[in-house]
């Protein structure tokens, strides 16, 4: 097995040997920077996605009021995680209200009945990705 990469420790090109003028080097530095930055970031969200799935959750529950929220099981989901969800189609016209992680859960409530159908496109992330 090979020892993974440690992006911390990648440098910038070592400018002094090129011939490319000073505006040139800080501009290939400072690309070289944003770059192992991005891989980083890439990295870490990685590490820490559970699921990316969408799902049909409309006419699974008795829609009461918008407080009433629907059910996802996702294993590995604890209350300090994080997903996001999307609307992409509802029987009826609505709105997510909210998305709230939980133990190896998360619910999601409306704005109205979503109806028989209310399909969602959702991430769901053991950590917040952004730190």
């Known amino acids: 097995m090979v020892d993974p990469i440690n992006f911390n420790v990648?440098?910038?090109p070592i400018l002094e040997q090129t011939e490319f003028?000073?505006?040139m080097k800080?501009?290939?530095?400072?690309?070289v920077d944003i770059?192992?930055?991005t891989i980083i970031?890439?990295?870490?969200?990685?590490?820490?996605?559970?699921?990316?799935?969408?799902?049909?959750?409309?006419?699974?529950?008795?829609?009461?009021?918008p407080a009433t929220p629907y059910v996802v099981p996702q294993?590995?989901?604890?209350?300090?995680?994080?997903?996001?969800?999307?609307?992409?189609?509802?029987t009826n016209p609505t709105?997510?209200?909210?998305?709230?992680?939980g133990t190896n859960q998360f619910t999601v409530t409306f704005?109205?009945?979503p109806g028989a159908s209310a399909i969602i496109a959702y991430q769901a992330f053991s950590q917040n990705p952004q730190g």
């Open 75 to 90: 294993i590995g989901l604890t209350m300090n995680g994080f997903v996001q969800a999307r609307l992409v189609f509802s």
């Open 26 to 31: 800080n501009w290939l530095s400072n690309s």
């Open 35 to 37: 770059l192992n930055s």
């Open 21 to 23: 003028g000073p505006d």
């Open 111 to 113: 704005s109205a009945d």
């Open 41 to 65: 970031t890439i990295s870490n969200i990685n590490n820490n996605i559970l699921s990316v799935n969408t799902l049909d959750i409309g006419g699974f529950a008795v829609w009461v009021s």
């Open 10 to 12: 990648l440098d910038s």
């Open 95 to 101: 709105t997510i209200g909210s998305v709230t992680p």
